[in-house]
């Protein structure tokens, strides 16, 4: 097994096993979902409306959630060391984290969203809409949050500076994320303006993410 | 092969832990680090494998494989254990064999030589600290490294499991590997050398303001 897959198939273990974050994600973005229709009242036009903009705000969250964990129980239990000793590239090593923390997170959310989006007053349009700008999207927002990641590893309650670093970095992502839906759903922009910039930002995104982390982390350890 | 350290000084937090160290370990020597709490034995080996920036000084390998550097030809036993709680004890070594060298690793085989096969499947989370230490140790015969950075190992080993990690030390010693280890207790096998930090004085603090 190669030094990549190997941390792969690790972390992946990991987030499906007992106290991983893999289940914690989606049930949150379904809690998180759920209660918008209770707050906002049965205003069907109005949930279609906001729909989306919802979803993507729950997603984004959802997907803060496991992060701040990412590096730092590598670093508390002196994994990381092991890691940055490694002949494995770091860069790679982060990159291939993020994958792990994508396909238990992200990729999760993506096929719940269809189904709560129900609840949400979307139709089948909007929920492909939907399903395809989060596919999309939520990559990136991971491969920026391992950024923030690798800043707060060293930190005690690293979460709550986690969120305050990445979350304004995800911004470009969540507008162009739920302007691609809506034009989908509403016009009148066609889908595709959006949905381009959105791809943009996702592959920018997956080519800065790992190294800055990387950067970050080796920073961190000395 | 020979790792070489000359004028080696580290600097972490603001201070100078050790100045002016100088060493050599050959191949088949084992290097005893001795030294009082907070001399900068742990820090010396974390100097040699690249986790801590070398202040000054210079540390060369000779005769090892010249496209990899120290740490990649080194394993590091730390304080920590490095292993994750829900897996299990074999899927922690599988994942470190994997990590560490994509060759196939004989698992069962280095868990037998420090005596956890039994508890292959056991989750590591349910380990006491010296199965742990004992997880650790049989990484380093799932992947063969010739340089062996020991730190304290063996702390929370029983009688027993220090008898038979003196064995595998002096098997990897008579393979040609190196050994440096920092302890404060007997290793059960003599040392080829002594490095002892205490007679290493580090440096007078930097004289403040740059006047001088």
């Known amino acids: 097994m190669s030094p990549l897959a190997a941390i792969l198939v690790r972390d992946m273990r990991i987030a499906v096993r007992v106290g991983g974050g893999a289940l914690m994600g989606v049930l949150f973005f379904l809690v998180v979902v759920t209660l918008i229709p209770f707050a906002v009242g049965p205003d069907l036009p109005l949930l279609k409306r906001i729909g989306p903009a919802i979803l993507w705000l729950a997603a984004l969250l959802a997907s803060l959630l496991a992060l701040d964990r990412l590096f730092a129980t590598d670093h508390e239990d002196g994994s990381l060391d092991l890691i940055l000793m490694g002949r494995a590239p770091l860069e790679l090593v982060v990159a291939a984290k993020g994958l792990a923390h994508w396909l238990t997170t992200g990729l999760p959310l993506i096929v719940a969203a269809p189904l709560i989006g129900l609840l949400l007053n979307l139709d089948a349009t909007a929920e492909a809409a939907l399903v395809v700008t989060l596919l999309v999207g939520t990559p990136a927002l991971t491969f920026i949050g391992l950024i923030g990641a690798a800043i707060a590893v060293t930190l005690r309650r690293g979460g709550l500076l986690l969120a305050v670093i990445v979350l304004p970095l995800t911004v470009p992502v969540l507008i162009f994320g739920v302007a691609a839906a809506n034009a989908a759903i509403v016009g009148p922009v066609p889908f595709g303006t959006p949905f381009m910039i959105l791809c943009a930002l996702t592959l920018a995104s997956l080519a800065v993410g790992p190294f800055a982390a990387a950067a970050a982390l080796r920073q961190e350890m000395e | ?212």
């Open chain 2, 1 to 212: 092969m020979q790792i070489s350290a000359v004028d080696l000084a580290c600097h972490r937090g603001g201070r100078d832990v050790f100045a002016g160290l100088s060493f050599a370990l050959a191949s088949g020597e084992l290097l005893a680090v001795t030294g009082r709490n907070g001399a900068g034995k742990s820090s010396l080996l974390r100097t040699i494998v690249g986790l801590v920036r070398i202040a000054s000084g210079t540390l060369t390998l000779a005769d090892g494989d010249p496209e990899l550097t120290i740490a990649e030809q080194a394993h590091y036993l730390g304080h920590q254990d490095a292993q994750k709680p829900s897996l299990s004890v074999a899927e922690n070594l599988r994942f470190w064999a994997g990590f560490l060298d994509s060759g196939p690793a004989d698992i069962g085989l280095a868990l037998a030589a420090v005596g956890l096969e039994e508890l292959a499947d056991l989750p590591a989370a349910y380990l006491s600290a010296g199965q742990r230490r004992r997880l650790s140790i049989a990484r380093l015969l799932a992947v063969k490294r010739p340089i062996w950075l020991l730190d304290e190992p063996t702390s929370t080993l029983d009688a027993a499991s220090q008898d038979r990690l003196a064995g595998l030390m002096r098997a990897h010693l008579t393979e040609g590997g190196m050994i440096l280890a920092a302890t404060h207790s007997a290793l059960g096998l003599p040392a080829s050398r002594e490095l002892r930090l205490d007679d290493v004085r580090p440096l007078q603090p930097a004289a403040a303001g740059g006047a001088s």
